[in-house]
């Protein structure tokens, strides 16, 4: 029994590395070669894994399961409430104009309305492991497409609460006691004993999430043993699973609760680089199990329906999703990408579907032949997304994201800057002019051709990449500095600094002060805030226009910032409690105002004596001057 684990073991990792490589060479994406690769080597092709491809499928769904938990770790509650609008109208007009489609055709086609309504509310969810991995790859993920279609695949996740609740209630006659899991605390309940059960563990995980997991963390970052949080990260994925198995959901749903839970936390970071590695490996087998449960003998057997299901359900979407685009504004290639992404079926109908059947709402045949239409669905994801990449999107105009590939960076420098823009052009210049060797790295291809065009060396790329900081010499360089245009890229450089180059040193822009708290979690060494230097010296001037004279001035807008960087340290580490944060803010302001005021009415400690050339030069530094512009 263990040898023929291991020789499973390896006929899946070696199918893994030998397909996906080729896969990606000639463009079709590393999930196209899962798929295809799962497939040749399933018991329906060259059988070289066999009856347990059930099983492996129930195990390579973990990767999934991290994959949502990951997803939510993203997503504050703040940050989905202020996506509601887009979540509730996109999704939800996806979810409901789809399943009332797909129903409308069944039903049309001769099928009982309980089964109609039960195919079309499965079959109007799409693939958020295959859609997610599929836009990643090829860099659409930030498009207006993109984000839209998470957007949507959001909330099919959330709407699979209440389909697995409503399944059952559409079966024509009760089911037998105990059918489903025979495990599971929900299968023994009534539908509306389930519906509570369901909330009620929802609620203990948010609970859970809130008071009980961070002291937990704390006590074991304290221990300073990685392995001892690694192992606690994936405990608390496990045991999400385990509580969401016991009331009979959908663990995937449990684990993103779980994570949304956890966004706003302090270890947010450090447990997205824990379980990161073991997401990639697990949703590689799951594709290759979802290959290799294609029955080609039943597609064989029945080739005209499942070939009319599949497209018929790619003919459907793609018309529904072509339409909300329109309704959203998007324009029309980002339209096409949105349809392209979304058009097929997804995983969680692997679990409604065996729901249903468990359920008496589907029979066991109708089963067989849905979830081979859908596993040939997902797999028509990638070429439908290359389809549009390499035939529709060149002749639409505009790309969604630059195909250009990253230069070949052949220098090395003390220090590495991630970003040209406002903030990293003058920092760049100053570094330059001051003799330091600086590798200039930015992902906006205008930016790079004006730093040619002016002299300065620069490279096309994206300073995230851990291949691409190696090639700028980020193993023997001193400094990094991070100057992206948004806050996720910046922490995406600084993450991928921290994990593969730990002597880097990173300094960091911020645009507000909430995006330098996001930063310091991120753990970069500095943290710069874009508008205060600037601030202050307005608040200079402003002074001298009205008569202060120009050392107090001055002075007191030094006293100010060394004041206010303080308390601003000090205040990043309460402000997850909202009542303690705005105390101790007002408390702040008040302790600057007595301060500033102290000493413009000569209650300070300002010694004007000291006023001379050494020590303006010690404490401004040399060439400062109050009116000097960005």
């Given at each position: 029994m263990q040898d023929d684990f291991f020789l499973q073991a390896f006929v899946y990792l070696g199918a893994a590395v030998v397909a996906v490589p080729l896969a990606r060479l000639v463009g079709l994406g590393s999930v196209l070669g899962y798929l295809l690769a799962g497939a040749a080597i399933g018991p329906f092709a060259l059988g070289l894994v066999g009856g347990e491809g059930t099983d492996v499928l129930h195990f390579a769904e973990f990767g999934v399961v991290m994959m949502l938990f990951?997803?939510?770790l993203e997503l504050e509650p703040a940050k989905l409430w202020a996506l509601r609008g887009t979540l509730l109208g996109l999704g939800g007009l996806?979810?409901?104009?789809?399943?009332?489609?797909l129903a409308a055709g069944a039903f049309a086609l001769g099928a009982e309305w309980r089964v109609a309504l039960a195919c079309g509310l499965v079959l109007s969810l799409s693939s958020t492991a295959i859609v997610l991995q599929s836009l990643r790859e090829r860099g659409l993920s930030r498009t207006d497409a993109g984000e839209r279609a998470f957007a949507v695949l959001l909330f099919q996740d959330v709407a699979v609460i209440p389909m697995l609740v409503l399944l059952p209630l559409?079966?024509?006659?009760?089911?037998?006691p105990g059918a489903g899991h025979a495990d599971a605390l929900g299968a023994a309940l009534p539908a509306w004993g389930r519906a509570l059960a369901t909330l009620a563990a929802v609620a203990l995980i948010a609970l859970a999430g809130r008071f009980a997991v961070p002291p937990l963390f704390r006590v074991i970052a304290r221990s300073r043993a990685r392995e001892a949080f690694t192992a606690a990260a994936l405990l608390l994925v496990v045991g999400i699973v385990l509580l969401m198995q016991l009331v009979g959901v959908s663990p995937a749903l449990g684990t993103f609760l779980g994570g949304v839970a956890l966004a706003?936390?302090?270890?947010?970071?450090?447990?997205?680089?824990e379980i990161e590695p073991f997401k990639g490996l697990l949703l590689g087998l799951f594709f290759l199990s979802v290959g290799a449960s294609i029955d080609f003998g039943v597609i064989a057997a029945s080739a005209a329906p499942v070939a009319g299901i599949v497209l018929g359900l790619i003919a459907v979407k793609l018309g529904v999703l072509l339409a909300i685009g329109r309704v959203a504004r998007m324009s029309g290639e980002q339209t096409l990408l949105f349809a392209a992404a979304l058009a097929q079926g997804g995983e969680f109908a692997f679990v409604l579907f065996s729901l249903a059947a468990q359920s008496?709402?589907?029979?066991?045949?109708?089963?067989?032949?849905?979830?081979a239409s859908v596993a040939l669905s997902m797999a028509a994801t990638p070429l439908l997304l290359l389809g549009w990449g390499r035939g529709l999107q060149p002749r639409l105009g505009a790309?969604?994201?630059p195909e250009?590939?990253?230069?070949?960076?052949?220098r090395e420098g003390r220090v590495i800057l991630a970003g040209f823009g406002a903030f990293g052009s003058i920092v760049g210049r100053f570094l330059i002019a001051s003799g330091v060797e600086t590798v200039v790295l930015d992902t906006d291809s205008d930016h790079v051709a004006l730093m040619r065009g002016l002299g300065i060396q620069a490279f096309y790329g994206d300073a995230s990449r851990e291949d691409l900081l190696r090639a700028a010499g980020a193993e023997r360089a001193r400094i990094l500095i991070a100057a992206t245009d948004t806050l996720e890229s910046t922490q995406a450089v600084i993450r991928t600094a921290?994990?593969?180059?730990?002597?880097?040193?990173?300094?960091a822009r911020a645009k507000t002060r909430m995006d330098a708290y996001e930063l310091l979690d991120s753990h970069a060494d500095r943290v710069y805030r874009a508008s205060l230097d600037t601030s202050l010296r307005a608040g200079v001037d402003v002074l001298r226009e009205l008569g202060f004279p120009a050392h107090q001035a001055l002075r007191s807008a030094q006293r100010f910032r060394r004041y206010d960087e303080a308390a601003w340290q000090e205040l990043a580490a309460v402000r997850k409690d909202e009542s303690l944060f705005q105390g101790r803010a007002r408390d702040s302001i008040r302790m600057l105002e007595r301060l500033l005021q102290a000493e413009f009415h000569g209650h300070g400690t300002l010694d004007e004596s000291a006023w001379d050339s050494a020590s303006l030069r010690d404490e401004f530094g040399p060439g400062t001057r109050a009116t000097e512009d960005d």
């Open positions: 990951l997803i939510g996806q979810v409901v104009v789809t399943s009332a489609a559409l079966a024509a006659h009760a089911a037998a706003g936390g302090e270890y947010r970071h450090q447990l997205e680089g008496g709402v589907l029979e066991r045949a109708m089963v067989d032949l849905l979830v790309s969604a994201s250009r590939e990253p230069d070949a960076i052949d921290k994990r593969c180059f730990p002597g880097l040193r990173v300094l």
